[in-house]
């Protein structure tokens, strides 16, 4: 069976830090702005926990997973 493809958590935490790093320090002085960004934020992080739940329910019925750093991956699962 082919492996299930997956986005690498890297690609989470790289969204995740430059909202908090960077989104979040260029947009201090704007309230509303800040509570958008905060909200992406959380929604990025949600998403990160369903995936892994979807990564271990893949385990326990014996799937393979393959994660995938971008959309041209050969089917070797390396970058192309």
Known sequence: MEPIPLPSHVHYELLLQLLEK???SAISLYPALQAQVHEVIITLRKALVQQK???ETCERMHL???FHWSL???SEGGPS
């Open 22 to 24: 960077q989104t979040s």
């Open 53 to 55: 739940h979807l990564e």
């Open 64 to 66: 393979p997973v393959e």
């Open 72 to 74: 041209n991956q050969t």
